[in-house]
């Protein structure tokens, strides 16, 4: 078993759509959890870290569920902008293990 | 965050040969990554350049093959040695944040072996 996992998609979604992506972990242990965007042929880029609390962001929402070992980012109105991957990240004893990525496409 | 600047952006190069990638960062860090994203697939951690000490390696790499230099607190350089077209990927350093253990990435630089 992989210790991130991710839906790899793609994810087709018109503008204005609301969408979720789910991630899990394997390692209980896991300590901070975080989302990053990828753009096709660029770096990944922090998108946003995840609190026990769940957190937002403007359109952006994310959660985290410790006793299910999941973490899940919302993006509500998509903009085409949007069209990116995405990545969730889990910091484990120091070292950070990423999924492989859900892709987003938002067509008009 | 920091700002990390990574060179070559890309090469394309011959089987046998090696390829020497810098990374510099404009702040003193104490840890700098070096990562592996095959196409399609994730990142995976290569090794950790320690300033003042060997490299620490993951499962798979070795440091013959993955040799890295760390001479101060800014700058880091990953050689892919006698490369061969499985060598082909994005190589990416990146630096921890200040914060809640967040990673920053410089721009990547895409290895083509052919």
């Known amino acids: 078993r992989k210790e991130v996992e991710q839906d790899p998609g793609p994810f087709n979604v018109p503008e204005g759509a609301t969408v979720a992506f789910n991630c899990t972990y394997s390692?209980?242990?896991?300590?901070?959890f975080f989302w990053y965007r990828q753009d096709c042929r660029k770096e990944p880029k922090l998108l946003m870290s995840?609190?026990?609390s769940g957190n937002e962001d403007g359109r952006f929402t994310a959660q985290l569920n410790r006793a299910s070992q999941y973490i899940s980012l919302l993006i509500r109105d998509s903009k085409l902008s949007d069209s990116a991957t995405y990545l969730c990240a889990v910091r484990v004893e120091g070292d950070m293990r990423f999924g492989a990525g859900t892709r987003l496409t938002v067509k008009p | 965050s920091a700002v990390i600047s990574q060179k070559p952006s890309r090469d394309i190069c011959q089987r046998g040969t090696s390829l020497t990638i810098q990374c510099q960062v404009d702040s003193q860090v104490t840890m700098m990554f070096w990562y592996r994203q095959q196409p399609g697939q994730s990142l995976t951690l290569i090794a950790t350049a320690n300033q003042g000490s060997e490299a620490t390696y993951e499962s798979g790499f070795v440091i013959d093959k993955f040799p890295i230099s760390r001479p101060n607190l800014t700058f880091s350089t990953l050689t892919v040695s006698n490369m061969s077209p499985e060598d082909s990927s994005i190589y990416l350093c990146?630096?921890?944040?200040?914060?809640?253990?967040?990673?920053?990435f410089g721009e990547g630089s895409r290895l083509t072996v052919l």
């Open positions: 990146s630096v921890p944040g200040v914060n809640t253990g967040e990673l920053f």
């Open positions: 390692n209980s242990a896991s300590q901070s």
């Open positions: 995840v609190y026990s």
